[in-house]
């Protein structure tokens, strides 16, 4: 489970360090979210963009305005389970500008008509996050990690041993025996139970 940390910065070139440092202490690039100033854009429209991040509505208006006002910059992490101290530390070390907002490290669920599984999970929407699971749950991606998800899992490869499932719980192959449950519970089979 994912906690979802806001702070505001006086400008991106401190968004940006943060945002380095992030990724330095291994939080995904989809994880993070940054928002500024953008030429013709008006708080609305900045508010509905960090609210992508899963910011609630009403801290997404107050930070829209500062942004607006002065060009400040939002940054929203979604921190993996166990990382939402470290993130803050870091978010911290930068010298955030209070906002006047109790920042809490998980907002209220942001609900989503039009995609209520998602809002329910806090994923984003798969048009936007090509890899929702993986950022969701702080877990590395396949194709861009050179360990394997069964190691990541620390299961058995499936090519060095044909039943991984079977031999991690102990439990019969189904091929060598049809009736697995009611051998291993010694239990008549239904077929042959009279009533």
Known sequence: MTQIVTRMFASQLVADDVTATLQKSRIVKEAIFVTGPEQGADEDA???EIMQGFVMK???LVYAEKVVA???VVVTVHAPFGMAARVIEILES???IDVGLNEET???LTWDDSAPF?????F???SN??????NFWGMPLLVDSLVSMSAYLRMPMLSDNPTPLSTSINAPILLNNPTPLSSMFKLPLLTNMKS
């Open 46 to 48: 900045i508010a509905k």
């Open 129 to 134: 996050d090509p890899t929702p699971f993986s």
């Open 118 to 122: 998602s809002s329910t999970l806090r």
């Open 58 to 60: 009403s801290h997404a």
């Open 94 to 96: 930068y010298h955030p």
């Open 124 to 126: 984003a929407l798969l």
């Open 70 to 72: 002065d060009g400040s």
């Open 106 to 108: 998980t907002p209220l």
